[in-house]
């Protein structure tokens, strides 16, 4: 593979560090300050995308930005897999860059500065994980999205935000201080350097490593990356709810939880590699082992009645579905698994999207309040459909595609107690998605009012065009890529080549 050097990768990352700054320095006029993320989200969307013809015509673009000792460096390298991830929250930034203005503005949110700030800081370091050459680098950037997320999780200041914020903090930097420094340790010890490779950075040495210390170090991994929300280590996510809705979009669509996911698919792509995977049999125990995560995390969705709960725990099963398809090790299964990064991301952001317009236009948060809330918000409540019916797998929306290949892939690996838990799972995502839908519209209002002091009355309306047009453009980008799925598909299959 031909390997370009160029700057490109940095300035990607460097973009919403200088708007980060520009944010800060612009805090007193609120125009000049939201212009600088909606211009660096742009900037950095042409940045992402410029790249994209070197990586299709199968060359690599690599810039190392420290060099400590030999196999020890902060480096930077965009493949087929990083420019996925890099187009998808890139894209989105801009998306919620809107969105956060008319709800923050909307809502007369404090702090407005400090939430811009650490929202460029967090998808700075989302793209340094997405463009990581190596572990070390990759490490680094998943540290400091913990802790630069940390005051956006914590930004009402309330006790429960606090709370929610810390249990974040202690489950995401608490595992990755143990179990993923000690998996990156292990990992140079074992192979001598900590760099990512096509075919797996320590499949040449897998026979001479006793394959209990490499299946050790791989079930530090999945422990280390507590941010793809793996059960038991998933409850920070649904405390981190207490955050304002832009902040689950982003926890949830683009910076962090699809960044767990994509760790661990670097661990199963590029640090063991398919071979290894199979002469080590971790896939299809793994499969198995998210399957668990898949079918409970769908349970307690449909005993949610807060929407943003159950939209969370929602994430926490449909994240499971990425690793799942990794890990069956089978063409279609592996494609799916790393499809669903883009599927997820652009349904389950609409999903928040519109949470988030309900809360603003009513000041409802719960599900049974929602009745005939369709009435006055049909904007809002055909994208929320359009969005779960991408979370159940019904055609032509985007999830469709993803439980096609990932239903394929069990078949190929002859696995059908799996196809039995991903047809379980959509019944599942149906009985917890369908019947918000049909209530929005077919049922009699809710006859109660809530702490916001809106009932039911005819002064509940669509929220402002800054919050709706995204969720709009969002959930037509949902069909858009279940119809014509061929960018994302050409990545995917590019990755496992």
Not at 77 to 96: C, E, K, M, N, Q
Not at 166 to 195: C, D, P
Not at 371 to 376: A, E, L, N
């Amino acid at each position: 593979m031909h390997t370009i050097h160029s700057i490109q990768p940095a300035l990607a990352i460097v973009v919403s560090l200088f708007a980060a700054g520009l944010v800060i320095v612009s805090g007193g006029r609120p125009n000049l300050r939201e212009s600088w993320s909606i211009g660096a989200g742009v900037l950095k969307f042409l940045l992402v995308v410029s790249m994209a013809p070197a990586i299709f015509s199968g060359q690599q673009i690599e810039y190392t930005l420290f060099s400590f000792l030999p196999g020890l460096e902060l480096k930077l390298r965009v493949d087929a897999l990083g420019l996925l991830f890099g187009t998808i929250a890139s894209f989105l930034w801009i998306l919620t860059s809107f969105y956060s203005i008319g709800y923050m503005r909307s809502l007369s949110e404090h702090a407005q500065t400090r939430f811009y700030t650490c929202f460029a800081l967090s998808l700075a370091c989302a793209i340094g994980i997405a463009f990581s050459a190596n572990l070390l680098t990759l490490f680094l950037f998943y540290e400091l999205l913990s802790l630069v997320t940390y005051p956006l999780v914590a930004h009402k200041e309330t006790p429960e935000a606090y709370a929610g914020a810390r249990k974040y903090l202690i489950y995401l930097v608490g595992t990755s201080k143990t179990f993923l420094l000690s998996a990156v340790i292990l990992t140079y010890i074992v192979a001598g350097n900590l760099e990512f490779s096509p075919h797996g950075l320590l499949s040449a040495v897998s026979q001479q490593v006793h394959p209990g210390i490499l299946i050790a170090i791989y079930i530090l991994f999945l422990a280390g990356f507590a941010k793809a929300g793996i059960m038991p280590l998933h409850a920070w996510l649904p405390a981190a709810m207490v955050a304002p809705t832009p902040v689950s979009a982003l926890l949830h669509a683009v910076a962090v939880v699809n960044t767990g996911v994509f760790c661990i698919l670097r661990v199963i792509f590029n640090v063991f590699g398919v071979e290894t995977m199979r002469q080590l049999h971790l896939g299809i125990p793994t499969a198995f082992f998210v399957s668990i995560t898949i079918l409970l995390a769908s349970i307690y969705a449909l005993t949610r009645d807060n929407l943003k709960a159950r939209l969370a725990y929602s994430t926490v099963s449909q994240l499971s579905y990425m690793i799942l398809g990794a890990s069956l090790l089978t063409p279609a299964g592996m494609t799916g698994g790393i499809l669903h990064i883009a599927n997820h991301a652009f349904s389950k952001i609409t999903l928040f999207f519109c949470a988030g317009s309900i809360y603003v236009a009513s000041h409802k948060t719960n599900i049974s309040e929602m009745k005939g809330i369709g009435r006055k918000m049909p904007l809002t409540m055909a994208a929320f459909a359009v969005g779960s019916l991408s979370m159940i797998g019904v055609p032509p929306v985007a999830g469709f595609v993803t439980k096609w290949y990932l239903a394929v892939g069990t078949i190929e690996a002859n696995q059908i107690p799996i196809l039995i838990v991903l047809l379980t799972s959509t019944l599942l995502n149906a009985a917890y998605f369908i019947p918000m839908t049909y209530h929005a519209f077919f049922s009699a209002p809710s006859i109660s009012s809530d702490h916001g002091g809106k009932g039911d009355g005819e002064e509940i309306h669509e929220a402002s065009y800054f919050v709706v047009i995204p969720l709009l453009i969002t959930a037509v980008a949902s069909v858009l890529l279940g119809i014509f799925p061929s960018y994302f598909l050409s990545l995917a299959r590019e990755v496992i080549r």
